[in-house]
């Protein structure tokens, strides 16, 4: 079974504090995603990684970085958490070139 | 990005009875994916389907990928408490890594 794993379930943080959410996924894949889920909004993709050391931004990047520096953990970054970044944040996996996605837990931050 | 346009956005239903969800699209896509997602959990894969007019079961589930490739349905038979979630679709048109998500169908089932 594909196991994705996400650092914490809930985070709680202050406004302009870094925060850092670390996903990991044990079926050596090759393709790492972020994405927030908003009630009425669904899932957006924030970043993607294919390959260790490459992404791409999605359709929501601005505030947010990444990091891949090995091929099993992606982390999202928020430079400056701000009280819109409040969110479920979900990481997913995939093999390359195979479109079927594998979720994390999530985690739900809230930043104050 | 776009989104798919998926219907109904919630559901109230007596356990027992069938359900029916759909998403359609003004693009084509090669494949559509269903996931539910559990209350505070990430979503889970339900149903993969890759061919035009496919049909696929999976226990109490079935779904099927349209003919025009532009559209997919979900059908959930005698529902029980379990179903309970949020039920989305997905799409992927296989020029790149992305899917493209429905905004979800939000089931409760009155036991």
């Known amino acids: 079974d594909v196991k994705v794993t996400q650092s914490s379930r809930y985070l709680v943080k202050r406004t302009g504090e870094k925060v850092f959410l670390e996903c990991v996924q044990d079926?050596?894949?090759?393709?790492m995603f972020w994405y927030r889920q908003d009630p009425g909004l669904g899932l957006r993709l924030i970043y993607f990684?294919?390959?260790?050391?490459?992404?791409e931004k999605g359709d929501i990047p601005e505030g947010y970085s990444v990091s891949r520096e090995k091929k099993e953990r992606f982390s999202l970054i928020l430079e400056s958490a701000s009280t819109n970044q409040t969110s479920m944040y979900l990481c997913?996996?995939?093999?390359?070139?195979?479109?079927?996605?594998?979720f994390g837990p999530g985690t739900r931050l809230l930043v104050l | 990005g776009q989104q798919l346009n998926q219907s109904p956005q919630s559901m109230f239903i007596q356990e027992g009875e069938d359900v029916s969800m759909n998403c359609t699209s003004s693009?084509?896509?090669?494949?559509w994916l269903w996931y539910k997602q559990d209350p505070g959990e990430g979503p889970v894969l339900l149903i993969a389907?890759?061919?035009?007019?496919e049909l696929t079961s999976n226990g109490r589930l079935t779904a099927q990928f349209g003919i025009t490739r532009k559209d997919s349905f979900l059908n959930i038979s005698a529902s029980i408490p379990s179903d309970v979630g949020i039920y989305f679709c997905?799409?992927?048109?296989?020029?790149?890594?992305?899917?493209?998500f429905g905004k979800g169908t939000l089931l409760t089932v009155n036991p």
């Open positions: 990684s294919y390959d260790v050391k490459m992404k």
């Open positions: 693009s084509i896509f090669n494949t």
């Open positions: 389907l890759y061919k035009a007019g």
């Open positions: 997905a799409g992927h048109r296989g020029s790149n890594y992305k899917l493209t």
């Open positions: 997913a996996s995939s093999l390359v070139q195979e479109e079927t996605q594998y």
């Open positions: 079926m050596d894949h090759e393709n």
